[in-house]
């Protein structure tokens, strides 16, 4: 409140400023001017004459003429100002210093209050937020409108299925893909963006129905990553954790450095407790298929010996330091896994980088803490 009355009487000032000169009556500027030059011509004439440089008769004529004169500049400066004209001015004055401060009180009270609490910043946002979805929903009820005169129109059920999944009208969006897939054809992405629908609408259930779309983006690609990351969901939500665990390793096999998925996939495959095996050369993979379990099972606790050493010289090798921690994790012995993450946080501690992609790294397996 202090600041509206300090902006009031600033404004107040202001308009001061401005109409006190209209209320006053303007000064005649050379008032008297006029006049007194001609009296002191006078008595100059009077004393040229008593000094004898002027002749009676000149001193006469010139007291005439100066007198005539003094007469006519008299009689123009009385005339003062109109006093309707300073009237008026009085009046405007008046109703602008009144009238200003009342019109915009009547423009301010209907839309503000100096009582009205700050609006923050974080409110505006979410303000702004709504807003945004406020205007996306108008717009696909546009595109619905649209869709409902030309329902043939694939690009168009194209692109509103993924905003109906977006929005979490998931069963909309399973009809969306639907229609996308009958007038737009046959492709992989699409069969698995409506499987990803249906399990959607399902709580995250791959259904039998979501399990087939799925099956069906796999035989035309595949190498599809999202019909592969959700049939081994399924196999997880069936309990064949182990079938889970090798379709995701394959995924991750295939998959770029850069792909957006790996985390979620990489998560998944630590939940089954499948973590990814040591690194193994293709040649060695295909040897000790023909090898006995125990035969196998010791020749991969000497790689993981060999890479447990190497890494106690060498400390700076995060991958190494990842692949170690995840082949303790495949052979079940935890209390290993965090050891080693221990050991490999202590040989990074001093490079913050190389320490932030490890943190990442055991995050991901499960051993963040």
């Given at each position: ?5 300090v ?13 006190w ?20 011509q ?21 007291r ?10 008299a ?11 300073l ?66 129109d ?18 909309d969006a ?147 330091w ?48």
């Amino acid at each position: 409140m202090t600041l509206w009355f300090v902006f009031a009487l600033m404004t107040v000032a202001a308009i001061f400023a401005v109409l006190w000169p209209l209320g006053r009556s303007a000064r005649v500027q050379n008032q008297g001017s006029e006049v007194v030059v001609y009296k002191d011509q006078l008595t100059e004439i009077e004393r040229d004459l008593a000094s004898g440089l002027i002749a009676a008769p000149e001193a006469e004529a010139a007291r005439v003429e100066i007198s005539r004169r003094l007469l006519a500049a008299a009689s123009s400066e009385t005339v003062s100002e109109p006093t309707s004209s300073l009237k008026w001015r009085r009046t405007a004055a008046v109703l602008a210093l009144v009238g200003l401060p009342l019109v915009a009180i009547g423009v301010y009270m209907p839309l503000g209050s100096p009582r009205l609490q700050d609006f923050p910043l974080a409110q505006r946002e979410r303000g702004s937020g709504s807003g945004m979805a406020r205007s996306l929903e108008n717009l696909v009820v546009q595109v619905e409108q649209h869709l409902e005169k030309n329902p043939a129109d694939g690009r168009g059920w194209n692109v509103l299925a993924p905003v109906l999944q977006r929005l979490g009208r998931f069963d909309d969006a399973v009809r969306a893909y639907r229609n996308s897939l009958t007038y737009n054809g046959e492709s992989p992405e699409r069969r698995s963006d409506l499987g990803e629908a249906i399990s959607a609408a399902a709580g995250g259930v791959v259904t039998a129905e979501a399990k087939t779309e799925f099956e069906r983006a796999h035989a035309l690609d595949a190498d599809d990553p999202k019909a592969n990351y959700f049939l081994g969901l399924a196999a997880e939500q069936d309990g064949r954790k182990d079938e889970a665990a090798t379709i995701w390793r394959a995924l991750l096999a295939k998959a770029p450095a850069d792909a957006p998925w790996r985390p979620v996939v990489q998560s998944s495959l630590a939940r089954v407790g499948g973590g990814t095996m040591p690194a193994l050369s293709d040649e060695t993979i295909a040897a000790s298929k023909d090898m006995s379990e125990g035969d196998r099972g010791a020749m991969v606790r000497g790689m993981v010996e060999r890479l447990a050493t190497r890494l106690k010289q060498n400390g700076d090798d995060v991958e190494g330091w990842l692949r170690l921690v995840r082949a303790y994790l495949v052979m079940g012995d935890r209390d290993k896994a965090v050891g080693a993450s221990s050991d490999a946080r202590q040989a990074v501690a001093k490079d913050g980088e190389r320490l932030r992609q490890l943190n990442e790294g055991l995050k991901t397996l499960g051993l963040d803490g």
